[in-house]
């Protein structure tokens, strides 16, 4: 019979993963306790409120909250099963800051009790969770570690990563598949029983570093279709060729599907995740490391554009719409839109940058540090302005009526007003 987790959850990290997981599985009838260092998320939480915008997650963390089967804390509790959903970001260096997990792995190790589970879903280089089974072991050293091809370990570690679309977390993280990586067979085992409990895809069960590996080859897949489009779009350019029109007959083939190029590539995992990679093979990465770095310079070469184009007017006003990494959703993670604009600023001091985003209700940090960049709703900056950039395709701004940009330069990164 195929076991289905029944016990005591806790979840590290309430962020975009770990509080969707956190109410799937509330909602489930299990007692789950939220962590997170942050008190702002801890309080909006427990008064059944979400800190961030993402559909259907709202009503589920109130429901939760009020069934009493969800509770935030910034304490680490003793449970049966542990979480770790903390960020991962990258270095300068590019290689992987595993800081957070390491933390998160220390906190949970002095709650530790033999038939435990700990999986780590963080998004994490080959060999991370290896690494979590290590630090656990430098503060537990009476547990008895997994090893592949041993049995009796005490505590049980495995890998899932998620695989989720924004915008639509609260739907794909119950339709799609999960892989499922134990340090030893029975390791995936016991993971797997914990998504169980509201997966309705397929549960993939594989070793640890193989699915670390194959999130990231997801994202690097990705990666480099997205660079093929933003390169394409750059010959164009040059060719003086319409872009949108080359990429609209070249889909005409039965066996073509190239995406849409854009100002860059934004969100935690496509900027991040190839990186990984890279740095675990340096030397074999190449195609992987280019795609790379054609899109981290798509964003200053949208920015040059615009500055060109400012130089036609003696004290033009930019508008720039959208500061979020993707469509009608209000996460600035890795957001190449908010590089554009600050790289506009930058290099052009003495003109009004208008900020637009119906999504983003205060000054990015990133931004904040230049004065001429002003937050504006939308119908203002488009009425002042001499100059139009499009950076996100937000629904707002698809209804924009072309009447309205007549006699404006209009730069549009997405093809959305062709």
């Not at 806790?10 to 509080?19: K, P, R, S």
Request: glycine share 6%; hydrophobic share 45%; proline share 7%.
């Amino acid at each position: 019979m195929t076991e289905i987790f029944k016990g005591r959850l806790a979840i590290l990290g309430l962020g975009y993963i770990g509080l969707p997981t956190a109410v799937a599985i509330a909602t489930r009838g299990i007692d789950v306790t939220g962590v997170d260092i942050n008190p702002a998320i801890v309080a909006a939480i427990c008064r059944g409120e979400v800190p961030f915008v993402e559909p259907d997650l709202a009503v589920g963390v109130s429901g939760a909250v009020a069934m009493g089967r969800l509770v935030a804390t910034s304490e680490v509790p003793e449970a049966d099963a542990f979480i770790i959903a903390v960020p991962t970001p990258f270095n300068e260096d590019h290689t992987a800051d595993l800081s957070y997990v390491k933390a998160a792995a220390e906190q949970i190790a002095p709650r530790l009790k033999p038939g435990n589970i700990v999986v780590l879903e963080s998004t994490s280089p080959p060999g991370t969770t290896e690494m979590v089974s290590s630090w656990i072991a430098a503060v537990r050293p009476d547990l008895k570690m997994p090893r592949d091809g041993e049995n009796g370990a005490d505590i049980y570690v495995a890998h899932c990563p998620e695989r989720v679309l924004p915008g639509r977390i609260m739907i794909e993280i119950i339709t799609n598949d999960r892989v499922v990586g134990g340090l030893t067979p029975l390791c995936a085992e016991k993971a797997a029983s914990i998504y169980r409990l509201f997966a309705q895809g397929e549960i993939l069960l594989t070793d640890a570093a193989s699915a670390e590996l194959a999130k990231l080859v997801e994202n690097a897949y990705r990666d480099v279709n997205i660079a093929f489009a933003n390169e394409l779009s750059l010959i164009s350019e040059a060719l003086h060729i319409d872009v949108w029109e080359v990429i609209r007959l070249a889909n005409r083939h039965p066996r073509v599907s190239i995406l849409s190029p854009g100002p860059g590539v934004g969100g935690h995992c496509i900027p991040v995740d190839p990186w990984f990679i890279v740095s675990a093979a340096p030397g074999l990465a190449k195609l992987i490391r280019t795609a790379r770095e054609v899109n981290d310079r798509r964003p200053h070469h949208v920015a040059e554009q615009v500055v060109m184009k400012a130089k036609r007017f003696h004290a033009p006003t930019i508008a720039c719409l959208g500061l979020t990494f993707k469509a009608n959703v209000d996460d600035v993670r890795e957001s190449p839109a908010i590089d554009v604009v600050g790289l506009i600023a930058r290099a052009l001091p003495d003109v009004e940058v208008l900020a637009v985003d119906p999504y983003v209700e205060k000054m990015p940090r990133q931004l904040a540090e230049y004065g001429n960049i002003r937050l504006e709703q939308a119908y203002d900056a488009v009425e002042r302005a001499d100059i139009v950039v499009l950076l996100v395709e937000h629904d707002p701004f698809r209804a924009i009526r072309h009447t309205r940009l007549g006699g404006k330069i209009v730069y549009d990164t997405r093809g959305v007003w062709r």
